[in-house]
């Protein structure tokens, strides 16, 4: 394990239920592996990061590292597009087409679409779409779950599912929404367990430590964090 201490972990979030499967163990005409990972750089940083977050999942799962790409000009293969629509230039194009339309107006709600040839060179598109950049998050994340990464493959080494291969169902197409506003985790015990810990593995209670925690949380869909660190503060860079 890679936490040698016992964290007590409060969750305050609500399962958004069993969302349909879109990974196939048997082929379909959507090799994971054969597409690239499309984000407009316009996109916030969460969407990049997310995106960033996904090319590591499916080479955890299959040992390879797709391509991760910002413009489609060249490409002439299936692609994992992520973003906004008020941001994802591809996206936009989608709706323009008629391809793809709009979600209601709930908030960090998601949707996941296998789209059909997207455009002349691009015989097939799964478009991950959200409302807001944690919603974009939530769809990535549920993918990446879908295709054998647990939300705590780090913090309690869950092992990740390897397979040479993964396809998506040729009928995709999901929309979900988290049904409680608030949602995320109290770090119980600061002191002197977790900041001894914190102190091994990062060198204290720094953005590098806070990364794995904000990455656990969106994975779990959530967006909030209560800390209390014995009389430090949480400071909002």
């Known amino acids: 394990m890679k936490i040698g201490i016992l964290i007590t972990v409060g969750i305050l979030w ?14 379909t005409n959507f090799a994971v592996t054969k597409a690239v990972i ?14 960033q977050l996904l090319q590591q999942d499916i080479e955890r799962v299959t040992g390879r590292k797709v391509p991760l790409v ?5 490409i002439r293969q299936n692609v994992i597009a992520i973003g906004t629509m ?18 209601t107006d709930t908030w960090e709600a998601y949707q996941i679409r296998l789209i059909s040839n997207p455009s002349p060179t691009i015989s097939q598109a799964l478009v991950i779409n959200g409302n807001d950049r944690r919603g974009v998050a939530y769809g990535v994340f549920e993918l990446s779950r879908q295709l054998g990464v647990s939300p705590w493959y780090w913090w309690a080494d869950v092992p990740v599912k390897k397979q040479n291969e993964v396809y998506i169902h ?13 949602r995320g985790i109290f770090l119980n015990d600061e002191a ?17 430590f806070y990364e794995k925690v904000f990455e656990l949380i969106l994975r779990l869909k959530g967006n909030y964090i209560w800390p209390a660190m014995w009389g430090k503060r949480f400071l909002r860079g």
């Open 86 to 103: 008020e941001q994802s230039g591809f996206l936009k194009q989608l709706v323009t087409a008629q391809k793809l339309s709009g979600m």
């Open 14 to 27: 609500l399962s958004v239920g069993h969302a349909q499967q879109m990974v196939s163990e048997k082929p």
């Open 70 to 74: 910002h413009t489609l000009d060249k």
């Open 170 to 182: 040729k009928n995709t197409q999901l929309q979900d929404a988290p049904q409680v506003k608030y």
């Open 38 to 51: 499309y984000v407009d750089t316009k996109e916030a940083e969460l969407v990049q990061t997310s995106a």
């Open 192 to 208: 002197p367990a977790l900041s001894g810990w914190a102190k091994e593995k990062f060198g204290g209670f720094n953005h590098k």
